[in-house]
């Protein structure tokens, strides 16, 4: 486990770079609102919040809500618009400090943040001492099945502790006394799993039958079978030698490219699969804090988006896959001008207008 501070205490991924985050969040609250377990205006904490975009959606439903946050540079951002946010990692000590001055927690949500904790015990007894009863925690995260299907093997990456199937998170939740009772998968950032989470001993909600055929389809889908992930290992090879195929063969056509996204799946990719400066002459990418910086490993340099256009380079290595749909809507005129995105995962392919 990499130093928590080291990854988080400063960090460079804003939520609100994606219109397809929003809206996603924007669903999620209206709907998450109506889990509340009293007639009181609910109180909606989120553990991970970022810069806030979640709990914005939740202010325009009229609730309570508070965000919990390591990192200084985002969480001061969330709270300059109007976000209240506890800048701290969410830990059991973290919790007790928050219903101190704040009270307990209707709704607590976490995004994309358990499969970045080292200490998965430590923070659910938080959540425990921090929720009111009858109250819901909402999990969302990558989903293994998508991982595996979809080739995305650049979601494995340091801050990434855990890689979830529902039956291991099962276990691990009823060991500090909670179940889940409900899920959704959703298709966002390569594929994501909800869980719906109540303690074993509230009754308000029953479980219900979709979580165990969640279980069984990953049963199907052979999710428990080691065989499942040497063919995994074997088809990520194969698209690393495809990949550099094509960017080798445009090069020598002394075709330009560039790269589009310094994301962190990004950066697994390219230093998976050894491109460099000599492949790529540079990445853009629409957040301010990455812009003027290097790619680490590969020390390519980052610019602003709006290179794209100034530029007109030959093709676009897309390394934000997960988004390729907002991207091509936002790159409409990238595409009308002739250049192509080339599209690494879950198979090389190139997209032209």
């Known amino acids: ?24 969040f924007e669903d999620s609250a209206a709907k998450l609102v109506n889990y509340n377990p009293t007639k009181d205006k609910p109180f909606v904490i989120d553990i991970g919040s ?13 609730v309570n809500v508070l965000g919990v946050d390591p990192a200084k540079n985002i969480a001061k951002k969330a709270q300059n618009e109007g976000v209240p946010t506890h800048n701290d990692f ?15 927690a209707d709704l607590i ?6 499969a970045h904790m080292d200490d998965l015990g ?61 899920c959704e998968h959703f298709s966002i950032h390569g594929g994501t799993m909800r869980l719906y989470v109540k303690r074993i001993r509230d009754t308000r909600y029953a479980v219900s ?30 698209m690393r030698d495809d990949l550099l195929k094509v960017l080798h063969t445009l090069k020598l056509q002394n075709k330009r490219i560039i790269g589009y996204g310094a994301s962190a799946k990004g950066n697994v990719l390219l230093n998976f699969c050894g491109i460099g400066p000599e492949l790529i002459d540079y990445i853009v990418d629409s957040t301010p804090y990455k812009q003027g910086l290097f790619t680490p490993g590969t020390h390519i340099p980052v610019l602003p988006e709006d290179q794209l ?28 001008n002739g250049s192509k995105f080339i599209i690494p995962v879950p198979r090389v392919e190139i997209i032209s207008r």
């Open 1 to 24: 486990m990499v130093n928590p501070q080291e990854m988080f205490s400063h960090y460079l991924y804003m939520s609100s770079m994606s219109q397809m985050m929003l809206k996603h």
């Open 50 to 62: 970022n810069d806030g975009s979640f709990l914005k959606a939740f202010q325009k439903q009229k």
């Open 90 to 104: 969410f830990s059991k000590k973290t919790a007790k400090h928050i219903k101190g001055k704040y009270g307990s």
């Open 109 to 114: 949500v976490g995004t994309n943040v358990f």
């Open 122 to 182: 430590d923070a659910l007894e938080g959540v425990d001492f921090l929720l009111k009863n009858n109250g819901v925690l909402v999990m969302e995260f990558p989903y293994l099945v998508d991982l595996i299907e979809n080739n995305e093997f650049d979601t494995i990456y340091h801050e990434h502790r855990y890689y979830f199937l529902l039956k291991p998170v099962a276990w691990i939740l009823r060991q500090n006394g909670f179940e889940i009772f409900n």
């Open 209 to 238: 039958g979709k979580v165990d055929d969640f279980y069984k389809e990953e049963i199907k889908k052979k999710m428990y079978v080691q065989k499942t992930y040497d063919d995994f290992a074997k088809r990520i090879y194969k």
């Open 309 to 336: 256009l100034k530029d007109k380079p030959d093709y676009a290595l897309l390394l934000i896959w997960n988004f390729k749909e907002e991207v091509f809507k936002k790159q409409k005129k990238f595409l009308a």
